[in-house]
């Protein structure tokens, strides 16, 4: 399968932990990346590679993987988290790409 | 810094064509491959095509191919997208983004709005 899952939606409240998750067959052999969204803005790279942020991206936001599953975790969550968050990755012929549909996190 | 701009968007009829351009600055751009995204009204991200930094190969997304022709102009730092037999369906915000290193999209455009009506 060349598809990627996310839960619609998570909530957090202030300060605290949050984990999302993307999963799909293709993180068995390709990372995932994840990228942020906040309403009517482009999409911004936070977590690329196995666990690589890119410049500006604060420690809070961190990711692990096991077997099909990719999970960013963000601690010490802000209110400024709020977003949509999609994980992407290749599909298992390594030439497509493919977006999860994405997590609204929702800050309390 | 990287900046990659998109123009070209608009109304179009059903079965009419647009061309999108990215023009983009503040790296080689012929060093990366490029790709197009895009963003339906109130929907997730969904990929659309890549080309490879030179130019010779081109990968499509499903719901695009044999109707949208990605190509490059590496002399202009220019990238395109050929839009044909447009449907309603490929109404949305259309990202171009830069591949880095063959791993992540690492910057993206602001995007431009197609929509497809009659």
């Known amino acids: 399968s060349s598809e990627l899952t996310q839960d619609p939606a998570v909530s957090v409240a202030l300060g605290q932990t949050v984990r999302i998750t993307c999963q799909g067959d293709?993180?068995?052999?390709?990372?995932a990346n994840w990228f942020q969204q906040k309403p009517g803005q482009a999409p911004r790279l936070v977590i690329y590679g196995k666990n690589n942020r890119p410049s500006g991206i604060p420690d809070r936001f961190s990711v692990s993987s096991s077997g099909n599953t990719s999970s960013l975790t963000l601690t010490g969550t802000r209110a400024e988290d709020e977003a949509d968050y999609y994980c992407?990755?290749?599909?298992?012929?390594?030439?497509?790409?493919?977006f999860g549909g994405g997590t609204r996190l929702t800050v309390l | 810094q990287v900046k990659l701009v998109e123009s070209g968007g608009g109304v179009v009829q059903p079965g009419r064509s647009l061309r999108l351009s990215c023009a983009a600055s503040g790296f080689p751009f012929s060093g990366n491959a490029m790709h197009w995204v895009r963003q339906a009204p109130g929907k997730g991200l969904e990929w659309v095509a890549v080309i490879w930094y030179d130019g010779t190969t081109t990968y499509y997304g499903d719901s695009v191919k044999g109707r949208f022709t990605i190509s490059r102009d590496n002399s202009k730092n220019t990238l395109y997208l050929q839009m044909d037999s447009l449907r309603a369906e490929d109404t949305a915000l259309y990202y171009c983004?830069?591949?880095?290193?063959?791993?992540?999209?690492?910057?993206w455009g602001q995007g431009t709005l197609v929509t497809v009506s009659p």
């Open positions: 983004a830069r591949e880095e290193e063959g791993e992540t999209l690492d910057y």
């Open positions: 992407n990755s290749r599909d298992s012929s390594g030439n497509h790409v493919v």
């Open positions: 293709s993180l068995r052999v390709y990372s």
